[in-house]
């Protein structure tokens, strides 16, 4: 039967509580073989109780979720990085769209003044016919 750190662990401190809590005596007192057989004991029905598989698979589930959190603070690091990048492609933007719309709005002034003249030299040109 193949156990855990976690199970094994668990299965020592179980047995050394309930044995100082019911026996009201010290745990180092027993003999090691006692000891071992107690926790061996405890381990055994901890294991075949199924507590062992669910402590693994907690343990797993600790893990990932460390993972998760670890790729959820990256994420989080490149997103502020991207939406700093985006916010000074924005501000670059409408720096040039304004420019832009402030040109037009010169070569606007610029045509309709062309057209005025285009206008006046055609009418000059049709009065000198």
């Not at 107690?38 to 907690?58: C, F, K, P, Y």
């Not at 501000?91 to 309709?112: C, F, I, N, P």
Request: aromatic fraction near 4%; charged fraction near 30%.
């Amino acid at each position: 039967m193949t156990t855990t750190p976690d199970v094994e662990w668990m299965a020592e401190a179980v047995e050394r509580a309930r044995f100082e809590n019911l026996r009201q005596g010290v745990w180092e007192d027993l003999r090691p073989g006692e000891r071992t057989t107690r926790v061996g004991i405890l381990r055994d029905a901890i294991v075949r109780s199924g507590v062992g598989g669910e402590i693994d698979s907690l343990r797993t589930q600790a893990d990932r979720t460390a993972l998760l959190l670890d790729l959820i603070d990256q994420r989080d690091r490149e997103t502020a990085q991207n939406r700093s990048r985006h916010e000074s492609e924005v501000a670059r933007l409408a720096h040039e769209v304004s420019a832009l719309r402030a040109k037009v709005a010169h070569l606007s002034g610029s045509l309709a003044e062309a057209e005025a003249r285009a206008s006046y030299a055609e009418t000059a040109l049709q009065g000198a016919r």
